[in-house]
């Protein structure tokens, strides 16, 4: 996904209460997606990113927004083995998937 994510913040750079955005991340996925997560929502990795592209967006407003972008990686035996999940900083709702190839 690389370019399409201009902006990106470093993990270091979120405060702790953001790092709880993982954890309503994985709650909000849908309980088959949630067996396939490898470890638990504590494994996922958090950042920041504006949405510019590789994005599924269930909301178009957020397009060109800031957005956490959750990873989590699935304990499958395929690839991709992992997962983007994109929640709006304003209601902490899930608004879109990132693409993998």
Request: contains cysteine; hydrophobic residues 35%; charged residues 25%.
């Amino acid at each position: 996904m690389g370019e399409q994510f201009a902006g990106i913040k470093e993990c270091s750079d979120i405060s702790s209460s953001e790092q709880d955005i993982r954890e309503i991340a994985f709650n909000k996925l849908d309980s088959e997606t949630q067996k396939k997560v490898k470890g638990t929502w504590k494994n996922s990795k958090i950042s920041i990113k504006a949405i510019t592209g590789g994005v599924r967006l269930t909301d178009e407003s957020y397009w060109g927004k800031d957005a956490y972008c959750v990873e989590f990686i699935l304990d499958v035996n395929y690839v991709p083995n992992n997962i983007f999940v994109f929640i709006g900083m304003d209601n902490h709702k899930i608004i879109g998937y990132g693409l993998v190839d």
